[in-house]
């Protein structure tokens, strides 16, 4: 069965790290670039960061650069989001997704919050 689980989730305040990670299964998971996006209540999803199928370049939305880090272990089929110096604004769902198909995990509550 091909699909993407995310975990990592929860509550931390402002200031604090969360690392989610996204676990593929079903496909071969090098093969394939990988991204992570974000949405907030009341708003459209949003791409944080994506990366190559093999890791080598990364690219971020603005509004996280510096703070964010994407990452993957394709020998652990496995994607990860580490997210420091976390602020309110961040507060969302975060769905990881094999870019450019429409495969997508099921989501993972991030909440900043004091």
């Known amino acids: 069965q091909v699909q993407l689980v995310e975990s990592g989730g929860g509550l931390v305040q402002p200031g604090g790290s969360l690392r989610l990670s996204c676990a593929a299964s079903?496909?071969?998971?090098?093969?394939?670039?990988m991204s992570w996006y974000r949405q907030a209540s009341g708003k459209e999803r949003e791409l944080v960061a994506a990366?190559?199928?093999?890791?080598?370049?990364?690219d971020y939305a603005d509004s996280v650069k510096g703070r964010f880090t994407i990452s993957r272990d394709n020998a652990k089929n496995t994607m990860y989001l580490q997210m420091n110096s976390l602020k309110p604004e961040d507060t969302a769902v975060y769905y990881c997704?094999?870019?450019?198909?429409?495969?997508w995990g099921q989501g993972t509550q991030v909440t900043v919050s004091s």
């Open positions: 990366i190559s199928d093999v890791g080598g370049k990364t």
């Open positions: 079903g496909f071969t998971f090098s093969w394939y670039a």
């Open positions: 997704r094999r870019s450019g198909y429409n495969l």
